[in-house]
């Protein structure tokens, strides 16, 4: 199905624990097997009817097959991107399939399959892969959860000979896998330098809760990155018996998506995979087990360097719904539309002048291909745990008991049906990747593929009929009531107030289930953005680009737009502009206040609108526009799908005319922002990188630091709105890039109408220089934090430069280089790192120079090592330059990127902004393969003496603190 039933993110797997207790309400499929039979077939006239009891059917634009092996396979034709071809390798095998001595093996049989393999020796695969322009980067090609391992292949399918190769890697992955004992070996010391950066808080919370969100289940110990002492101790043989056991054809699903004949693809998968077989007397792959919760459940789990403080309400896990009939799949948009609607009353709370929490979330969870569970969870405010758990119980209760009104139902539905109409729209645009992960979903989760046309016609047809009566049963009959729970505390124990105890929580909990709840009251919404439209300017003067496609009009305000229409996505509009100005525009004392002044004022919503009120007005819209200002300018950005280009604009023509002043919302986000500040300077890596900024820049006022809950305390109201206003309430100086799918002509009336209109009362538009510069010569710092035995090497070069387009494609061919020799040596070589890599830029604005950043992670006993290879391999680029064979592979990757580029509403955005900042010829952007082309490894030698400056550079090494 399209991906607009997940709108929430899934947790599950070996997701990091903040992201999934955080506030996603989880994938909302219904628990119900049949909550209230709707009363008829829904029918719309000219498309065939749906019977509810019917299958939904696999649509007609994808081939699925199953050979005598029992090996499934998928075939799509599509030919967006050209010339590429999407292959995976989805093997039904994960974690929970390990023995207790290859806990964590799942995932490093992952890693050997490029170590290695029948048809191509240790580094082969990785060095061909690049070659043909693939990156490859830490896992980024694969990946391995509880119940599946997924192999992706992205191939260009210019070279004839690729197709064929590509085919035979997923052959090697399938079953030809060397698994060398002293490669494995040296993959495990790869593998514990993986778990190293895992490590910290989060896990350490996880490993405490996550026995009893999986309720004791082998779910619970079986993590994909799996046990320490497994990982230092197994015996090569584990590894090879997990890949004997399970990577067999009854498991596996070979997925062909893009340019490529289909009966092409069908012989390939023949000649490739027909011969695998399932290894004798298989292993019978088990369905691991979840028992229900039986009795509730208090849980407290505080770490002194946890991230901020949370409750979570569990439920008892229950099967997940059943799906492939018409009637289930009208069940799971019935609890889309009960999950939205119960999402927005969260958000509304947040809202309030004493928010109960800082955000919330409550609904259906899948928490396994077979099972889910209702949870609510919020970040707690400083009020603490009590109000949160009270505002979560009851607004549950609020909703089982009146349910929603059928305002709130018709927003919702008109938010979901515009969600289907916009992927309906794009259907002929849609990208190889996004079927893939169908398909995969498909294989592994049996999630329904009807096509895009079909879904988009069974929502139409079924949307419509879903009753409020029937929205409110399935919301009392899904919220639990009475069921056992576990109620779970996690935080810092430096949080505000007393840590609760597990009596206390529950306390709390069973005194808010006691509370008599009422009715919501009605709300009164505007009927709009605007109550009326402004008094239109007009278009001045007009020019035409004939090679760029552009149009730039001069409006009778002074105010310039720059159009490019394409037609690359059938419904998406951007915009975007920029002009000198900036925070660097006020006082070095005004200037912390000032880095908050935007996000102050767009918290109070705009014109008569509260920001929730905004969001209600919207249903069934798309559009947004924010105003920031960045160290040297004022920007704007926004984006509309092409029915919305007014909206967009009616909502940028507020934010520069109607400021809303709202002091219950403002106080709302001061506390928020105090309270999520809180935690900050306890956790490791906001410690060292704050270090990083104070060794580069001492305390310059110009540089942003990590905030401190009482930065919010200077903060004043009326300053905030005035330093907005400053800047933003004049659009001087401004031209307002639009690209995407619109029509010129039939646009311009709205320009004249929103921008021509807008105010330009003069104001300074020249770059501010107020003289911030990184320190000089060699500054080298150690930084104590965290208790784990993590180490972050960090090395910044920094300097002056003459910028060019050319020399600038030299100076990031030079950090793609030594990227690709810091993973083959650091990591693959040397097994000191799992993952990192330098990165940087050239800077034009307030004057020419360029800053070169190096992350590495790794222990504390590898730090000088890591320093050792790092300078080696700088040193080997100033004395030698890249190999050929090294920058060929990067300009291969390059010249990929900028063919799917070109064809990208955002790419052609960003750079006619470029040229508008930096007053250069935008045809610049039809030459960039040539100035790929352009680049010799002598360029990039000489690169890599000109930048990196071994007497100007800063050296910031974190280090575990001392334990006491
Ligand atoms: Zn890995």
């Avoid at 628990?31 to 019977?51: F, V």
């Amino acid at each position: 199905m399209l991906t607009l039933l997940r709108f929430f993110p899934v947790c599950r797997a070996g997701a990091v624990l903040a992201a999934c207790l955080g506030l996603s309400t989880g994938l909302a499929w219904p628990a119900l097997a049949h909550p209230a039979k709707p009363a008829a077939d829904a029918a719309i006239t000219g498309l065939p009817a749906i019977h509810l009891a019917d299958p939904i059917p696999i649509g007609p634009q994808v081939k699925v097959g199953k050979l005598a092996n029992g090996l499934t396979y998928y075939i799509q034709r599509n030919t967006r991107p050209e010339k590429k071809l999407e292959l995976r390798l989805v093997v039904k095998a994960g974690s929970v399939l390990e023995d207790e001595d290859q806990r964590g093996l799942a995932h490093l049989t992952e890693h050997m399959a490029f170590n290695g393999s029948a048809h191509f020796k240790k580094w082969e695969l990785i060095s061909w892969l690049q070659t043909i322009g693939v990156k490859f980067g830490a896992d980024l090609n694969a990946y391995t959860s509880f119940d599946e391992t997924v192999y992706m292949l992205p191939i260009p399918t210019d070279q004839p000979d690729n197709v064929d190769k590509g085919f035979l890697v997923l052959e090697d992955w399938a079953q030809g896998l060397t698994l060398d004992d002293a490669d494995i070996d040296k993959e495990r010391s790869i593998v514990l330098e993986e778990a190293r950066t895992g490590k910290g808080a989060g896990e350490r919370m996880n490993r405490q809760l996550l026995p009893k969100l999986y309720n004791g289940s082998r779910y619970a110990s079986r993590l994909p990155i799996g046990d320490e002492t497994v990982l230092k101790t197994f015996k090569p043989a584990a590894v090879q018996r997990f890949y004997r056991d399970w990577y067999r054809p009854d498991l596996m699903a070979v997925v062909v998506v893009g340019d490529i004949e289909p009966a092409r693809a069908e012989q390939l998968i023949e000649r490739h995979f027909a011969r695998l077989r399932n290894p004798v007397n298989e292993r019978p792959r088990p369905e691991v087990a979840i028992a229900a919760r039986s009795a509730t459940e208090a849980l407290v789990v505080t770490d002194p360097e946890a991230a901020g403080n949370s409750v979570l309400i569990r439920y008892p896990v229950r099967p997940a719904p059943p799906h492939g009939s018409f009637a289930d799949y009208r069940t799971k948009l019935v609890d889309s539309l009960f999950s939205a609607m119960l999402a927005q009353r969260l958000q509304d709370l947040t809202q309030q002048p004493a928010p109960p929490f800082l955000g919330a979330s409550s609904g259906l969870s899948a928490l396994t291909p077979r099972y889910q569970s209702f949870s609510a969870s919020a970040r707690l405010g400083k009020e603490g745990a009590a109000p949160a758990l009270a505002a979560l119980v009851q607004e549950n209760a609020r909703v089982r008991a009146f349910g929603f009104s059928a305002a709130e139902l018709e927003r919702s539905k008109k938010d979901m049906l515009r969600g289907y109409e916009r992927i309906y729209t794009e259907r002929d645009k849609s990208n190889s990747a996004d079927f893939v992960a169908e398909y995969t979903r498909h294989f592994l989760e049996g999630e329904d593929i009807p096509g895009i046309a079909n879904e988009y016609h069974y929502a139409r047809a079924l949307v419509p009929g879903i009753s409020l009566a029937e929205v409110n049963r399935y919301a009392s009959a899904t919220i639990p009531v009475d069921a056992a729970k576990l109620v779970v505390y996690l935080g810092s124990d430096k949080a505000t107030g007393a840590t609760p105890a597990p009596k206390q929580l529950m306390a709390w909990t069973d005194a808010a289930a006691r509370v008599k709840v009422t009715a919501r009251a009605d709300e009164h919404l505007a009927a709009g953005l605007l109550a009326k439209p402004p008094p239109a300017g007009s278009i001045v003067a007009e020019s035409h680009d004939e090679a760029l496609g552009t149009t730039t009009l001069t409006l009778s305000n002074g105010v310039k737009v720059l159009l490019k229409p394409t037609d690359f996505v059938n419904d998406q509009v951007l915009l975007s502009a920029s002009r000198p100005g900036g925070l660097t525009q006020f006082g070095a004392g005004d200037v912390a206040a000032a880095r908050y002044a935007n996000a102050i004022v767009t918290s109070m919503g705009a014109g008569q609108l509260s920001p929730n009120d905004m969001q209600k007005v919207l249903a069934g819209k798309a559009a947004s526009v924010g105003l920031n200002f960045s160290q040297y300018s004022d920007t704007v950005g926004g984006s509309a799908a092409s029915a919305d280009i007014e909206t967009m604009l009616q909502l940028l023509y507020l934010r520069f005319t109607a400021v809303r002043r709202d002091p219950l919302l403002y106080r709302s986000y001061v506390e928020r922002q105090s309270e999520s500040a809180r935690n900050l300077m306890v956790q490791p890596q906001t410690v060292f990188g704050d270090a990083i900024t104070e060794a580069m820049y001492g305390d310059s006022p110009w540089v942003a630091r990590v905030p401190k809950p009482d930065d919010f305390s200077q903060l004043d109201l009326e300053r905030s709105i005035a330093q907005y206003r400053q800047r933003f309430a004049s659009a001087r100086g401004l031209t307002f890039i639009l690209v995407g799918s619109f029509d010129v002509a039939a646009i311009k009336p709205l320009l004249a109408t929103y921008l021509a209109s807008l105010p330009t009362a003069p104001l300074p538009l020249e770059v501010k220089d107020v003289g911030l510069r990184p320190t000089q010569g060699i500054v080298k710092r150690a930084v104590y934090s965290g208790s784990e035995a993590k180490s972050v090497v960090s090395l910044n070069f920094t300097g002056p430069a003459t910028y060019s387009k050319e020399e600038n494609m030299r100076f990031q061919a030079l950090l793609e280089v030594i990227n690709i020799r810091i993973t083959e040596v650091l990591r693959e070589q040397l097994a000191l790192i799992y993952s990192g890599g330098m990165s940087g830029s050239m800077v034009r604005i307030p004057y020419e120079h360029y800053s070169i950043g190096a992350s590495l992670p790794t222990g504390p006993d590898k730090v000088d090592q890591v320093l050792a290879a790092t300078f080696a391999e700088i040193a080997r680029l100033k004395n030698q330059g890249p190999s050929q064979a090294d920058l060929d592979k990067v300009k291969q990757n390059w010249l990929q990127v900028q063919r799917r580029a070109l064809r990208e509403n955002a790419y052609w955005l960003q750079q006619l902004q470029s040229a508008i900042t930096y007053d250069t010829d935008p045809a610049a952007i039809l030459t960039v393969e040539e100035r790929i082309g352009a680049v010799t490894a002598a360029d990039v030698q000489a690169a890599a003496r000109r930048y990196f400056d071994l007497q100007n550079y800063v050296q910031v090494v974190l280090y575990p603190a001392a334990k006491k």
